[in-house]
């Protein structure tokens, strides 16, 4: 009997494809509506490996419920905060996510987000859109150029590698501040400069963050950091919600700490805070970073991957743990 592959949400074509032809038989969740918890606990049940959204928490409860036979948790995303990878390595649950797939995708957002909220693009946008008279004017919706300006990169992975060689392309200069060292190469090419977390707080035009969410970086930007930034300055976060602290963010934007903020996440996802919803100079976009057709399709590819590599005792292409 072939392995107990279950998919907790709808998945690419390619995916399953790639299941099929390895000759697993995957049970996918394909109700038009969200998988809800106590649906999930029920439908892991016997699963030999769980591929899994960003949406669905994996914890001690959830693992009990799949039963001692799990052998891996294949997460369709390159970030895993869904997943406490700590409990999982204490039964022998070997965890995947989907690194290098999505890094074009998610590095165009977050480059569209600066454009965005730099030049006004949301507001102007909804200026049409509801019908105000507006006219061509010398001093009408003036944003500001980001020529010359300095991209601040926190956490220099290859998504924040991806986003400041396009931020070079426009003519921005970069800093950066990482925990990992970063190839010398790519330091080069981009002419990057490291800094201090709060150096490149307090010395960067645009602020974007690309590290991963965990407990150590979370609110990893709160009141203390708006307060070092630039007035002028935006934040720009296409990473998690929870590295930012949101109400912190809306209370900086009231109080003209920074001059706007471009998010595709949401510390409370999907929920947003209603203190962004009215302010104009805020780009709000609801989690698209990997949202094109191609970069899905490779995302549950390689998750498949990892699912068969898993199920045939081998080791996957991208482990965790
Ligand atoms: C998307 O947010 C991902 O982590 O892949």
């Known amino acids: 009997m072939s392995a107990r592959i279950v998919v907790t949400g709808k998945i690419p074509s390619a995916g399953l494809n790639a299941l099929h032809d390895a000759g697993l038989s995957p049970i996918t969740w394909d109700h038009e ?12 049940k016997g ?11 994996v914890d001690d409860e959830l693992l009990d419920a799949a039963g001692s036979q799990l052998k891996g948790v294949c997460n369709v995303a390159v970030g895993y905060n ?15 996510n989907t690194p290098g797939v999505l890094t074009d995708a998610t590095a165009d ?7 965005m909220v730099t030049r006004r693009l949301g507001e102007g946008e909804r200026v049409i859109r509801s019908n105000q008279p507006w006219q061509w004017g010398m001093n009408f919706m003036l944003g500001v150029g980001i020529q010359n300006r300095q991209l601040g990169i926190i956490g220099m992975g290859a998504i924040g590698v991806a986003t400041a060689r396009r931020a070079k392309a426009f003519g921005m200069s970069i800093a950066y501040f990482s925990r990992s060292p970063i190839d ?19 010395s960067s035009d645009v602020v974007s963050v690309h590290c991963p969410s965990n407990d150590a970086t979370h609110h990893l930007i709160g009141a203390a950091q708006f307060k070092m930034m630039k007035q002028t300055a935006f934040l720009i976060n296409t990473a998690r919600g929870p590295i930012v602290n949101e109400q912190q963010l809306v209370d900086a934007l009231d109080a003209g700490e920074i001059a706007g903020a471009g998010l595709d996440v ?9 203190g962004l919803l009215t302010r104009e100079n805020v780009v709000l976009i609801p989690h698209l970073g990997s949202a ?30």
Do not use: Y
């Open 109 to 115: 957002i977050a480059f569209g987000l600066v454009l």
């Open 184 to 202: 010398k190469k790519i330091a080069e090419e981009l002419n990057a400069t490291q800094l201090s977390l709060d150096d490149l707080l307090a």
């Open 266 to 274: 949401f510390e409370f996802e999907p929920k947003v805070n209603a």
């Open 47 to 57: 699963a030999e490996v769980l591929i899994t959204l960003l949406t669905e928490k």
């Open 292 to 321: 094109t057709q191609e970069t899905r399709a490779a995302m549950a590819t390689l998750a498949a991957s990892n699912a068969i590599a898993i199920s045939n005792s081998q080791k996957p292409p991208t482990p965790v743990n």
């Open 82 to 96: 869904n997943i406490d990878v700590a409990a999982c390595t204490r039964r022998n649950v070997r965890v995947t």
């Open 33 to 44: 509506h969200q998988i809800t918890r106590a649906e999930l606990l029920e439908f892991v």
